[in-house]
């Protein structure tokens, strides 16, 4: 399959890599027909974080199932599926919250050395009923594509700020999250929210949503 591949600080190309295989009986392999590019993969092609070895960028994906393992139960081969871009392991405690931050055995991020890179023609998934959604027929990749890490973070960023119904909120940062925070902080019932960044541009588009 081809991969978006990084070796170093700003040094990064389309390459072959192996097939994955099932990572075990209650995985999934799913063919990525969308990703997403994040501001983290940014830090390893600006060198923020130190790399030992070549990286398979990218922990954004929605994609078709290809293979199953013999244990899964949510998800069939050729359904469209939206991929957690933070992987646990879907058995314990912290699991059961469905956040896989919580994951005891340590969270693992596709795209940051031990899972595949979500830039790639195919994607290895552990634990696929924890970590993979069926995407409902009316909505289309790009859409789906959101939910896999800005719109998910920038909703519990606002859920987090705890504000009362018709408060007031800030977010400070309108990248792709903060302006997701933006538009979750609305919908959440905030009756003003405070868009702050140095760029025009992105606060005009956060004054478009309504801050």
Known sequence: MRSVIIDGPATIRV???????????????????????????????????????????????????????PDVRTVRVGDRVLVSS?????????????????CHSGPQIFGAGVLGGAQSELLAVPAADFQLLAVPDGIDDEQALLLTDNLATGWAAAQRADFPAGGTVAVIGLGAVGLCAVRSALFQGAATVLAVDP?????????????
């Open 15 to 69: 390459d072959d890599r192996p097939d994955p295989v099932l990572p075990g009986p209650d995985g999934a392999v799913v063919a990525v027909s969308a990703s997403g590019i994040c501001g983290s993969d940014l830090h390893f092609y600006e060198g923020d974080y130190p790399m030992f070895e070549p990286v398979a960028l990218g922990h954004e994906a929605v994609g078709t199932v290809v293979d199953i393992g």
């Open 199 to 211: 760029v025009p541009q992105r606060r005009d588009r956060a004054a478009a949503m309504g801050a």
């Open 86 to 102: 933070v992987a646990g392991c879907g058995h314990c405690a912290g699991c059961a919250t469905l956040d896989p931050i919580r």
